[in-house]
Protein backbone atom coordinates (compact mmCIF):
# COMPACT_ATOMS: atom_id res chain seq x y z
CA UNK A 1 0.00 0.00 0.00
CA UNK A 2 1.32 3.34 -0.95
CA UNK A 3 1.61 6.91 1.24
CA UNK A 4 -1.45 8.23 -0.81
CA UNK A 5 -3.47 5.27 -0.37
CA UNK A 6 -3.02 4.99 3.32
CA UNK A 7 -3.48 8.59 3.47
CA UNK A 8 -7.19 8.44 1.84
CA UNK A 9 -7.63 5.88 4.61
CA UNK A 10 -6.46 7.46 7.32
CA UNK A 11 -8.47 10.34 6.11
CA UNK A 12 -11.78 8.39 5.57
CA UNK A 13 -11.54 6.72 8.91
CA UNK A 14 -11.08 10.22 10.22
CA UNK A 15 -13.90 11.69 8.83
CA UNK A 16 -16.14 8.33 9.97
CA UNK A 17 -15.02 8.58 13.78
CA UNK A 18 -15.88 12.18 13.75
CA UNK A 19 -19.32 11.87 11.95
CA UNK A 20 -20.28 8.90 14.50
CA UNK A 21 -18.94 11.34 17.82
CA UNK A 22 -21.21 14.19 16.19
CA UNK A 23 -24.33 11.68 15.74
CA UNK A 24 -23.74 10.36 19.64
CA UNK A 25 -23.06 14.29 20.79
CA UNK A 26 -26.39 15.38 19.13
CA UNK A 27 -28.16 12.31 20.54
CA UNK A 28 -27.72 12.94 24.18
CA UNK A 29 -29.17 16.68 24.15
CA UNK A 30 -31.80 15.46 21.97
CA UNK A 31 -35.09 16.88 23.61
CA UNK A 32 -37.47 14.00 21.36
CA UNK A 33 -38.54 12.31 24.88
CA UNK A 34 -40.43 15.70 25.77
CA UNK A 35 -43.63 16.89 23.99
CA UNK A 36 -41.95 20.25 22.98
CA UNK A 37 -45.25 21.70 21.58
CA UNK A 38 -47.53 21.58 24.72
CA UNK A 39 -46.49 23.27 28.03
CA UNK A 40 -48.23 21.98 31.67
CA UNK A 41 -48.14 24.34 34.58
CA UNK A 42 -47.21 22.75 38.18
CA UNK A 43 -47.18 23.94 41.64
CA UNK A 44 -45.38 21.79 44.40
CA UNK A 45 -42.81 21.45 46.87
CA UNK A 46 -39.26 21.46 45.52
CA UNK A 47 -37.37 18.15 47.38
CA UNK A 48 -34.09 18.41 45.57
CA UNK A 49 -32.06 20.78 42.91
CA UNK A 50 -28.95 19.23 41.30
CA UNK A 51 -26.77 21.74 39.57
CA UNK A 52 -24.76 19.41 37.81
CA UNK A 53 -23.50 19.02 34.02
CA UNK A 54 -24.50 18.33 31.55
CA UNK A 55 -28.12 19.14 32.70
CA UNK A 56 -29.61 20.05 35.73
CA UNK A 57 -33.09 18.75 37.82
CA UNK A 58 -35.33 19.67 39.71
CA UNK A 59 -37.61 17.34 41.96
CA UNK A 60 -41.01 18.01 42.89
CA UNK A 61 -43.67 17.04 44.78
CA UNK A 62 -47.05 18.09 43.14
CA UNK A 63 -50.50 18.04 45.10
CA UNK A 64 -53.34 15.93 42.35
CA UNK A 65 -56.55 17.99 43.48
CA UNK A 66 -58.75 15.17 41.88
CA UNK A 67 -56.62 12.23 44.25
CA UNK A 68 -55.68 14.23 46.72
CA UNK A 69 -52.22 12.71 47.02
CA UNK A 70 -48.47 14.27 46.03
CA UNK A 71 -46.92 12.73 43.00
CA UNK A 72 -43.26 13.41 42.56
CA UNK A 73 -41.60 14.94 39.55
CA UNK A 74 -38.56 14.54 37.78
CA UNK A 75 -37.44 17.96 35.69
CA UNK A 76 -35.01 17.90 33.73
CA UNK A 77 -33.37 21.62 32.90
CA UNK A 78 -30.66 23.18 30.91
CA UNK A 79 -26.75 23.39 31.67
CA UNK A 80 -25.39 25.46 35.26
CA UNK A 81 -24.11 27.25 32.81
CA UNK A 82 -27.07 28.40 30.86
CA UNK A 83 -28.79 28.97 33.61
CA UNK A 84 -26.17 31.47 35.25
CA UNK A 85 -26.19 33.70 32.19
CA UNK A 86 -30.07 33.52 33.39
CA UNK A 87 -30.02 34.70 36.59
CA UNK A 88 -29.85 31.41 38.13
CA UNK A 89 -27.35 30.03 40.90
CA UNK A 90 -27.25 26.85 42.74
CA UNK A 91 -28.86 28.37 45.26
CA UNK A 92 -32.09 29.03 43.30
CA UNK A 93 -34.18 25.92 44.47
CA UNK A 94 -34.16 24.77 47.85
CA UNK A 95 -35.81 21.87 49.52
CA UNK A 96 -38.93 23.15 50.80
CA UNK A 97 -39.51 25.98 48.26
CA UNK A 98 -42.86 26.39 46.74
CA UNK A 99 -42.77 26.79 43.26
CA UNK A 100 -44.62 27.12 40.34
CA UNK A 101 -43.46 25.63 36.99
CA UNK A 102 -43.90 25.38 33.11
CA UNK A 103 -42.83 22.34 31.56
CA UNK A 104 -42.76 20.65 28.49
CA UNK A 105 -44.20 17.21 29.51
CA UNK A 106 -42.82 13.82 28.93
CA UNK A 107 -44.38 11.22 25.68
CA UNK A 108 -44.09 8.66 27.42
CA UNK A 109 -46.73 9.98 30.45
CA UNK A 110 -44.58 9.45 33.25
CA UNK A 111 -44.42 12.34 35.86
CA UNK A 112 -41.36 14.88 34.71
CA UNK A 113 -40.34 16.97 31.64
CA UNK A 114 -38.37 19.65 30.59
CA UNK A 115 -38.62 23.08 32.25
CA UNK A 116 -39.58 26.38 30.63
CA UNK A 117 -40.31 28.53 33.59
CA UNK A 118 -39.98 28.41 37.29
CA UNK A 119 -41.91 30.80 39.38
CA UNK A 120 -39.98 31.81 42.83
CA UNK A 121 -41.36 31.79 46.15
CA UNK A 122 -41.17 35.55 46.02
CA UNK A 123 -42.75 36.26 42.47
CA UNK A 124 -39.73 36.49 40.05
CA UNK A 125 -40.13 33.94 37.10
CA UNK A 126 -36.80 32.94 35.68
CA UNK A 127 -36.57 31.00 32.26
CA UNK A 128 -34.79 28.11 32.12
CA UNK A 129 -35.28 28.08 27.95
CA UNK A 130 -34.82 31.28 25.54
CA UNK A 131 -38.18 32.76 24.82
CA UNK A 132 -40.12 32.23 21.80
CA UNK A 133 -38.80 34.41 18.81
CA UNK A 134 -42.43 36.44 18.35
CA UNK A 135 -43.57 37.20 21.35
CA UNK A 136 -47.39 38.24 19.11
CA UNK A 137 -47.18 34.17 18.55
CA UNK A 138 -49.39 32.06 20.39
CA UNK A 139 -47.89 30.35 23.04
CA UNK A 140 -48.88 26.00 23.19
CA UNK A 141 -52.09 26.00 25.31
CA UNK A 142 -51.02 25.22 28.87
CA UNK A 143 -52.68 22.82 30.74
CA UNK A 144 -53.02 23.15 34.60
CA UNK A 145 -51.95 20.61 37.29
Request: aromatic share 8%; with cysteine; charged share 20%.
Amino acid sequence: MNASTRSIRSLTAGVLVFLLALGSAAAHHSTAMFDMTHTVKLTGTVTQFDWTNPHTFIWMEVLDPAKGTTESYSIEGMSPNYLSRNGWTRHTLKPGDKIGMEIHPLKDGRKGGFCATVTLPDGKTLRNLPGRSNPEAPAAPAKNY
